[in-house]
């Protein structure tokens, strides 16, 4: 069965850098599919950050364009999040999940990690 | 960005029906998929595409709807039932609703 495991730093300073990783088991993630971070803020709403794909390609949310950076390492199977400059407002749950890619919809979700940004 | 608008909370009794709101900003086709998250575990995947269920999925959820008003049916609620309901679309940039918290009296 495929299992995705997030993990990071629980707390990070403002302006500095976040930085996850997503550990995938069951699945190897250049056979197929896009990998996703998605992150839940405090009050419920949620938000799609970006994907890499599994030949290596990346898209992002608009919003998060300039801040972020997904990226992989095969021989692991696991994929990366590094959100830049972050704020009190990055405060968040952060989960990585797979996407089926013909229809965009997030089919294995990992347990999320709780990352608190503050001084 | 398309916006997604729901319900906050619902109450029901267990054995009834409940509907589950979701009404798009655009039209997205038929691209509309619900989860469900209980407190402490990530979101389950449950309905994909409007009205596919997915695998494991017990056959008492059903979803509906095309594009701009999407509705998931729970028939009969279960008390296991109790969570928050996030309905999501894929025909642009993946968006979420803010979710409906679903009660079990």
């Known amino acids: 069965e495929i299992q995705l495991q997030e993990s990071g730093p629980g707390l990070v300073k403002p302006s500095q850098s976040l930085s996850l990783t997503c550990s995938v088991t069951?699945?190897?993630?250049?056979?197929?599919?896009?990998w996703s971070w998605i992150r839940k803020f405090p009050g419920n709403k949620m938000e799609w950050m970006g994907y890499?794909?599994?030949?290596?390609?990346?898209n992002y949310n608009p919003s998060l364009k300039s801040r972020i950076s997904i990226t992989r390492d095969t021989s692991k199977n696991q994929f990366f999040l590094q959100l830049n400059s972050v704020t009190t407002e990055d405060t968040a749950t952060y989960y990585c999940a797979k996407i089926i890619t013909t229809t965009y919809y997030f089919d294995y979700w990992g347990q999320g990690v709780m990352v608190t940004v503050s001084s | 960005d398309t916006v997604l608008t729901q319900s906050p909370a619902l109450a029901v009794s267990p054995g009834e029906r409940v509907s589950i709101s979701c009404r798009a900003s655009e039209g997205v086709n038929s691209y509309m998929h619900w989860y469900q998250q209980k407190p402490g575990q990530q979101p389950k995947l449950l309905i994909y595409k409007a009205s596919n269920l997915a695998s494991g999925v017990p056959a008492r959820f059903s979803g509906s709807g095309s594009g701009t008003d999407f509705t998931l049916t729970i028939d009969p609620v279960e008390a296991d039932d109790t969570a928050t309901y996030f309905c999501q679309q894929s025909w642009n940039d993946p968006t979420f609703g803010s979710g409906t918290k679903l009660e079990i009296k």
């Open positions: 069951g699945y190897t993630i250049t056979s197929g599919y896009d």
């Open positions: 890499i794909s599994y030949s290596g390609s990346t």
